[in-house]
């Protein structure tokens, strides 16, 4: 009675054969992220020391550390964040929340995914056009977090609209239902309920905007500036563009310096996730339905 | 078909008027053409079987048609003699209808803050009163002894019933005049249902309540007037117990409560 059939043999053996199909894949996707780790932990971590995180760049770059391009990613990062994180949120906040249900709002929410795939070259041109020259920022920090700002707004408001979505909708009407406003819901049941995803999601998409290189060497980053920067009108330097400059501008660079370099540059998008990754877990813990 | 059961002389001022209303949702019309009036503390029950536009009743009501994308509503509603299209904020609207819907929904916090939000909302800061109103609320909604010893523990981690009370408290934490349920007891077991409906017939002595539900029986435990819903239409409104003990005037209401269809 409880024998297995032809049938129920072979769905068993079709079922393991697919398992073993997306293993492979999972298997390929990991292999390169594990290589390259790999190869940059054995080329450049010898190099690696607190001297060489602390100290500016000597002999034309081929010696020294990398301490002002350290500051000025930091610088970079950071101002970025400031800047689209509150714009972000609050575009996503209208997007989700108040926003009819109209061909416009479909129109906005199509530019948006797309404006995601716009290439960071021609955010770099839109910076330097719009806040080198119009604003006259000049190429500084501001100038360069803005436009980074621009390239991750995209990313950051569909994270937040994720994280808004993501609360049923039976809160708000039950909220509404009360002759709560809609901005008492989003204040006290919707932001409540998503703020873990949406601060884990932004600082997630904006820490990748550690590695862009084009649209910051137009608009702030320096070649080599063995200053830190005072303010948010100067220049600076910065990890990504100083690992190109060394890679491919400079001679007799030693060829444990673009490795360590891009190490510690891999080193801080990853402990900026591992923060974030763990914030989400602790706001996970507590979540409330 | 509406006539002479609908608005009946003598209703110098029926709490809820409702004249013509017609609702759509895009091409798709959920409900057409009703006129009834509901009584100042009366229980006014609703019947009908799923699709007949008893939830967009309630939801053209406390005009949460304004918060749906694609709900129109045609025709005038009077609340206590005010079009409800008039009033210059439907928040202070809402606040004097407590809604209950079907699937219970605890809001992700306290069972105190569950209950005392609306009121601090609207202004209430006073510890000691809010206290009271949450003690109240809970009491009416029989949830008061099985909760009193844990108000600070989440809303949502209660069972399916306590949620529901939680939710039929929260509806009452405004004092509302008017008490929307819809379906409340689907989530309920049959205990506390009567426990509730004990509440529901001390309650309308204050409060005026139209009560949804798809059971005929439960209608008839409670409603004073029932009205008859079928596919967005009003078949009739009459006495309860003229509905269910007397021929109904329709032969298609008369089906239903005795349960030859729907």
Redo the contacts between chains.
């Keep these: 009675m409880f024998e297995a059939t032809e049938l129920n043999i072979r769905n068993h053996k079709v079922e393991r054969l697919w398992g073993l199909l997306f293993l492979l894949m999972t298997v390929l996707l990991i292999l390169p992220v594990l290589v390259i780790l790999g190869v940059l932990v054995y080329k450049g971590g010898p190099i690696i020391s607190v001297d060489f995180l602390f100290t500016e760049p000597k002999d034309g770059m081929t010696a020294g550390g990398i301490f002002p391009a350290l500051v000025g990613t930091i610088w970079l990062v950071a101002v970025a964040l400031l800047a689209s994180v509150p714009v972000g949120v609050a575009a996503a906040l209208y997007l989700s929340e108040y926003a009819p249900d109209n061909w416009l709002t479909r129109m906005i929410n199509l530019a948006i995914i797309n404006l995601a795939g716009v290439p960071s070259i021609v955010h770099a041109l839109f910076g330097v056009g719009a806040f080198v020259l119009f604003f006259r920022f000049g190429t500084s920090i501001l100038a360069a977090s803005l436009t980074l700002a621009i390239m991750t707004l995209p990313v950051v408001i569909v994270a937040t609209r994720e994280s808004l979505q993501a609360v049923p909708h039976a809160f708000r009407e039950a909220c509404w239902n009360m002759g709560a406003s809609r901005w008492q819901t989003i204040r006290h049941v919707v932001l409540p309920n998503s703020i873990s995803g949406i601060l884990t999601g932004v600082i997630l998409e904006v820490s990748r905007t550690a590695g862009e290189t084009a649209p910051i060497m137009f608009t702030g980053a320096a070649f080599f500036l063995p200053f830190l920067p005072q303010s948010v009108f100067d220049q600076t330097m910065a990890m990504s563009l100083h690992l190109f400059v060394i890679s491919t501008q400079v001679p007799g660079v030693p060829e444990a310096m673009p490795f360590g370099v891009a190490l510690v540059l891999i080193g801080m998008v990853l402990a900026m996730n591992a923060v974030s990754i763990g914030f989400r877990m602790y706001l996970r813990g507590k979540k409330k339905w | 078909m509406v006539g002479q059961t609908a608005s009946q002389p003598g209703d110098a001022r029926p709490k809820v008027a409702v004249r013509n209303l017609t609702i759509r949702y895009g091409q798709k019309i959920a409900l057409q053409d009703v006129s009834l009036d509901i009584r100042e503390n009366e229980i006014f029950g609703i019947i009908g079987p799923a699709n007949s536009g008893k939830t967009s009743f309630l939801r053209a009501l406390?005009r949460?048609d304004l918060?749906t994308?694609?709900m129109r509503v045609d025709g005038t509603i009077r609340f206590d003699g005010r079009d409800v299209d008039k009033w210059r904020n439907v928040?202070?609207?809402?606040?004097h209808?407590?809604?209950v819907?079907p699937?219970p929904?605890?809001?992700?916090?306290t069972i105190y803050d569950n209950v005392s939000?609306?009121p601090r909302?609207?202004g209430v800061k006073k510890k000691a009163v809010l206290d009271e109103i949450v003690e109240r609320c809970l009491q009416r909604a029989a949830l008061w002894d099985e909760v009193k010893d844990r108000l600070n523990s989440?809303g949502?981690l209660l069972s399916g019933g306590q949620q529901q009370r939680l939710?039929i408290a929260?509806?009452l934490?405004?004092d509302p005049d008017l008490l929307l349920l819809d379906e409340f007891s689907i989530a309920i077991d049959p205990v506390t249902t009567m426990r509730i409906e004990d509440v529901l017939k001390v309650l309308k002595e204050e409060v005026t309540i139209v009560l949804v539900t798809n059971l005929v029986q439960q209608a008839r435990r409670l409603a004073d007037r029932t009205a008859f819903f079928l596919m967005g239409e009003l078949v009739e409104v009459a006495d309860t117990e003229d509905l269910f003990t007397r021929k109904a005037s329709d032969e298609r209401t008369q089906a239903y409560v005795e349960g030859r269809f729907g």
Excluded: C, D, E, K
């Excluded at chain 2, 928040?91 to 606040?95: C, E």
């Excluded at chain 2, 929904?105 to 916090?109: E, I, W």
């Design positions: 406390n949460m918060f994308p694609g928040y202070a609207l809402r606040r209808i407590g809604v819907f699937l929904v605890g809001l992700p916090m939000l609306a909302l609207s989440l949502s939710t929260r509806a934490s405004q």
